[in-house]
């Protein structure tokens, strides 16, 4: 189901009732993460017959559904999550969207959805960004953050690939995901929970993949971790994810390792952005299964002497402690490790533009 028709036209109607610039202004002093929504959202139809066709812009709102839709049944759905960057000269730049594009059509390939072209991607990320500039913060950790997704809205009751979907693309002022900043955060290894299963649906961002980490996610909490460590599905011994986010451990020889891709795991735009400038660096990184008890034996033995997660949302977040119903490993007052916050200062610093973007990773949106 892929799109190689001509590229869409985005038709652009403009709320009548934007938010008052007092209110905005406001809501940008300290957005939080995914509280607040923009004046405007982009909006894709499709159908089997048509592809993909009116492509618009238009004021945010409730989407009228049908309650028999196929995404409330079966969820057929799927989903990106960057953000938009506000550089100093007031110019508004996002990271990397090419492989979120991408990745968005490898997720509807495994889930049965219709496929949007790059090009046609990064246009409604324009069009979008265009028209709710105003919402773009600035400052250091801020951001906006932008939710493209794709469901299946055909009103059916039936297990088959529905043949009516729907594009869209939000967008959110955010502050640092991480409340207190880049402390470390401890984490809880769930041994009777999984994330994903090899050939399932692991390597897709789907919104059932996240659903099936709550439980888990609650119990990492009961425990005072902020996040879970998965195990992998078919042994319960290899590392897997932590949340929504791939794990980095460095060794004592300077190797950064990293559980490799292998179809049960994201394959990060952010791990793909570390493991470039850890390579630049010149550290050597290696990309394989990684046992629990490897984990937890090189950070008794200090073998391992930092670990950390990636993700867009939170970009590089440090690990101090690694909590299990076996026993803890790790310091809870753990500081941020120095290669942790050199590769998290040049990434960040790269989205933001402090440092220069000797990869090409930028893409700039108000033009």
Known sequence: MTADAAPLTFQRYLTETPAPTKTREHILTDPGFGRH??????????SSDRGWHDARLQPYGPLEMSPASAVLHYGQEVFEGLKAYRHADG????????????????????????ELSTADFLESLRVLVSADAAWVPSGAERSLYL?????????????????????YAIASPAGSSIDEGVKPVSIWVSTEFSRAGRGGT?????????????????????????QVLFADAETGTRVDEVGSMNIFFLTRE????????SGSILEGITRDSVIQLARDRGLRVDERDVLISELCDGLASGEITEI???????????????KSREGTWGRVDAAVGPVTRELRDELTGIQHGHRADRYGWMWRLDE
């Open 37 to 46: 929504f923009t004046d405007h959202m982009v909006a894709v139809d499709w």
């Open 91 to 114: 110019s508004i730049w996002t990271f990397r969207p090419e492989q979120n594009a991408a990745r968005l059509q490898r997720s509807a390939r495994r889930l049965a959805l219709p």
């Open 308 to 322: 950390f997660a990636t993700g867009t949302a939170g970009v590089i977040t440090p690990i101090a402690q690694v």
């Open 202 to 226: 692991g390597a897709a961002k789907s919104g059932g993949n996240y659903a099936a980490s709550l439980l888990p996610q609650q119990e990492a909490q009961r425990n005072g971790c902020a």
């Open 254 to 261: 300077n190797s950064l390792v990293t559980p490799a891709a």
């Open 147 to 167: 939710r493209p997704f794709i469901i299946a809205n055909e009103t059916f009751i039936g297990v088959r690939p529905a043949r009516v979907a729907a594009y």
